[in-house]
């Protein structure tokens, strides 16, 4: 019995028939593990040809189904993070990004003044490489690469994991931004991003098979809130999303309108 989530470890799930207004369903499971079913429920929410936060929408709904207490637990961290004003005093509109100094996925450091100087960047932060949703954001990126492009934009990507997990994310969604390693967060911390997971949601990850100790090489527990951030060349803040709920994600509609106006 796998308590935390309330289920037996090998289960038979019904992840769903029809989901919004999109065409294509998510699959039935049988006798799978909680990780096996996890990970089926995400490959199907992250291929739907859908908005992405219709995606991301799919695959909360999945986990929903798979373990009704785990979606609970992440309201009441989600509760905290809003009552705690986690994030709330990251850059604004019309304020300087903090300027960084991080390896990418093959080990070189980048500057955010040396992107600046290619044109708009879009900052993204994310949990890690073993989140689906940030997976699923990730890909969605990639593939609106073109429309970014056209605009003059570019974007980034900033998580925990170390440089051999976030080059395997970069190969599996076919990214072609750099993913750059923030090392035990202190980027996200410093714009006050970073908040420690609880031991509730400790338990639950690890069940489900997201130990973030083993990505990260440290066992803080600190993640990310998934935060974006549009900057222009003269180094200040256009645009920013910042939400406690990391099921939810900057629309890529509105990230290339914002580098649009900040071209």
Known sequence: MDKAWGRPETLVFQVGPEHGPWRGTLRKMTSKTLSEALEDAFVEARDLDASLAERLQAFAEAVSKLGPHFQEAVDRLVARLRVSETGLSAP?????????VLPDESGHLVTLEELLKKGPLAITFHRGHWCPYCRINTRALAEAQGDIAAEGGQIAAIMPDQQHFTS?????SDAPFPILTDIDNGYAMSLNLAFWVGAEMQELMTTAGWDVTRSQGSNTW???????????????????FVDPDYRRRMAVEDLIAALKSAG
């Not at 604004?92 to 960084?100: A, D, L, T, V, Y």
């Not at 395997?168 to 599996?172: D, G, P, R, Y």
């Not at 809130?225 to 003269?234: L, Q, R």
């Not at 180094?235 to 920013?240: L, S, T």
Request: charged fraction near 25%.
């Open 222 to 240: 600190l993640l990310p809130i998934p935060a974006t951030f549009v900057v222009g060349t003269d180094g200040e803040v256009k645009a920013r």
């Open 92 to 100: 604004r509109p019309g304020e300087p990004m903090p300027s960084f």
């Open 168 to 172: 395997e994310l970069k190969a599996q």
